[in-house]
């Protein structure tokens, strides 16, 4: 017998048993302004790493944050390489800072694994990784307009502020919440410096209901100062159609202005420059809201604009408007431990404005637990409507507001005009 044979039996050998991956940890929390999101994939079935090298591909797959609405960086088939010996390897996803609080902070989309081609005795056992994008805690993400739930027409205003350390507030973001009383065909000042200068047409909202009676923000008007020229860019509740100038416009990026319309979803985005050369950016949402009829208890949606500023922290002391003159200005509170009406307030905080153009004013307010948006932040209340009188420690008479003169002061002629009490705009620019 001049030949044997020898059959080397390799199929027991622990490198060549089927090696199992997936995602640990299978869930991920990062904000927008995070930039990007890491998530890692394990070898579950060898503790002392890969046997072998393998290579896998990943994608991601939309959720409630979509690619379409610019939340996330999609991946489509990129390469993981795992070499011998590695337990663990990642791969990141980058996410979009859109400057927009969303509805809903907690959107997410999923990180999928898909074998690359060829490869044998891979098996996934955790193929899919979510990762909730939560823009709670953006802190850019303070100031808002809303229609509240009150019967006589006051949209309700809330700043992003600071507070006395000393003071127990619980949640660690607080707005400044003041009414504003809007007139049906009138127009206001929101913001407004030497450069840009923004108005709001009040209309009263129609409703089935003959026991309300709700002024609402149905157009934006802002006029902003480019690297050449003004621009007057409107935008209509209605489509949340938007024009520059007069002409309509979807999106478009000109002369340091951006104006983008996202007509699936009802919002605009406008960047402007502001006077302390950065871009002051605000969004404009084309809303239904609920309210609720007073005497049958029945609720029904309205229509409105929501104005929200994202950006613009560069809001100087030139700032007015009824939004402008707070975005900047610090705001403290403490507990109030007075008299008022011959009786103690335990449950009043005394909120003391100091805006550098005037001298510092302090009202006794009450806190609520979440703002009219029903947003889970400490709403400080300055109005007289909903929370009773509102008063300034140093005279107990009430007071309309925290806004410097009254709300009045701050009416204008038209959806572009630049002339109230308190402007500040300087024509001669445009």
Not at 37 to 66: C, E, K, M, W
Not at 79 to 104: K, L, P, R, W
Not at 173 to 198: A, K, P, Q, R, W
Request: hydrophobic fraction near 35%; glycine fraction near 8%.
């Amino acid at each position: 017998v001049p030949r044997a044979t020898v059959t080397i039996d390799d199929t027991s050998e622990p490198e060549c048993d089927p090696i199992t991956v997936g995602y640990d940890p299978v869930t991920y929390v990062t904000t927008e302004s995070d930039g990007s999101v890491t998530l890692t994939v394990r070898v579950f079935s060898h503790p002392g790493g890969a046997p072998r090298p393998f290579t896998l591909a990943i994608n991601t797959q939309d959720g409630t944050a979509t690619v379409a609405d610019d939340d996330y960086v999609p991946v489509d088939g990129e390469i993981i390489q795992f070499n011998a010996g590695d337990v663990t390897q990642t791969h990141t996803i980058g996410i979009n800072d859109d400057d927009e609080c969303e509805n809903d902070p907690n959107e997410n989309f999923f990180s999928i694994i898909a074998l690359d081609s060829g490869i044998p005795d891979i098996i996934v056992t955790v193929p899919r990784a979510t990762v909730t994008i939560d823009d709670t805690s953006e802190p850019e993400c303070g100031l808002t307009f809303f229609v509240n739930d009150t019967l006589t027409g006051d949209p309700l205003l809330t700043v992003p502020i600071w507070t006395n350390p000393t003071v127990e507030l619980g949640d660690p973001v607080e707005s400044l919440c003041y009414e504003v009383h809007g007139e049906d065909g009138s127009y206001f000042n929101l913001i407004s410096d030497e450069c840009t200068s923004v108005n709001a047409y009040y209309q009263e909202a129609v409703t089935p209901s003959p026991n309300i009676n709700l002024n609402v923000v149905t157009q934006i008007g802002v006029m902003a100062r480019g690297d050449t020229a003004c621009w007057n860019i409107q935008v209509d509740l209605d489509g949340c159609n938007t024009t520059i100038n007069g002409g309509l416009s979807l999106g478009t990026d000109f002369d340091g202005i951006s104006v983008k319309r996202y007509a699936t979803s009802s919002r605009v985005r406008i960047s402007v420059p502001n006077c302390g050369d950065t871009m002051l950016v605000m969004w404009v949402f084309c809303r239904a809201g609920q309210v609720e009829d007073p005497v049958t208890w029945d609720y029904f949606d309205i229509r409105f604009i929501r104005f929200v500023v994202m950006r613009g922290l560069n809001l100087n002391e030139q700032s007015h408007g009824l939004i402008g003159q707070f975005w900047n200005v610090p705001v403290t509170v403490s507990s109030y431990t007075g008299l008022f009406g011959g009786a103690e307030r335990s449950d009043d905080y005394v909120i003391t404005v100091d805006h550098p153009q005037s001298d510092p004013r302090s009202f006794v307010g009450l806190k609520y637990s979440v703002t009219w948006e029903f947003e889970k932040r400490v709403c400080y209340y300055v109005g007289n409507t909903q929370a009773g009188e509102l008063s300034e420690v140093s005279d107990p008479n009430p007071n309309d507001s925290v806004i410097e003169g009254d709300y009045t002061d701050y009416k204008v002629d038209s959806l572009f005009a630049t002339d109230f009490k308190f402007s500040h705009f300087d024509g001669n620019r445009c």
